[in-house]
Nanobody
Framework: QVHLVESGGGLVQAGGSLRLSCAHS????????MGWFRQAPGKEREFVAA????????VYADSVKGRFTISRDNPKNTLYLQMNDLNVDDTAVYYC????????????????WGQGTQVAVSS
C-alpha cells in the first residue's frame, strides 16, 4: 500500500508562486512514476506533470510548461511541484499520485492518490 499526503496549497495573487509537497510512504517499489493532477470546479481532472521515481525524466502539460517544475527528494520520499507565474486558470485542487507505469500522463494509470490540496489564484 502507498500513502500520499499533499501540502502547500493556499491563496496567491496572479503572478505569484507556490510550492506543493507530497509525502510518500509505504511500498516504494510499487512506484515508478509520481505525478501531479488538478481538478477545477466543474471540470475533469487533468494531468499537470510527472517524474520518474528513479530517473530524472519529466513530462509536463503544455499549459504549465515553463512555469511549473516537478522534482523529488528520494531520501525524504517527497515529491514537489514548484509553481511560478500563477494565473487564475491554475485555480484547482491539486492531487499527487503514484503509478507503476513509466511517465504515465493518464489518470487511469495511477494506482494511489492523495487527498488533494487547494490552490486559489486571485486576479
Amino acid at each position: 500500500q502507498v500513502h500520499l499526503v499533499e501540502s502547500g496549497g493556499g491563496l496567491v495573487q496572479a503572478g505569484g508562486s507556490l510550492r506543493l509537497s507530497c509525502a510518500h510512504s509505504g511500498r516504494r517499489f510499487s512506484t515508478t512514476t509520481m505525478g501531479w493532477f488538478r481538478q477545477a470546479p466543474g471540470k475533469e481532472r487533468e494531468f499537470v506533470a510527472a517524474i520518474s521515481w528513479i530517473l530524472d525524466n519529466t513530462v509536463y502539460a503544455d499549459s504549465v510548461k515553463g512555469r511549473f517544475t516537478i522534482s523529488r527528494d528520494n531520501p525524504k520520499n517527497t515529491l514537489y511541484l514548484q509553481m511560478n507565474d500563477l494565473n487564475v486558470d491554475d485555480t484547482a485542487v491539486y492531487y499527487c499520485a503514484a503509478s507503476q507505469d513509466n511517465l504515465c500522463i493518464m489518470a487511469e494509470g495511477y494506482d494511489y492518490w492523495g487527498q488533494g490540496t487547494q490552490v486559489a489564484v486571485s486576479s
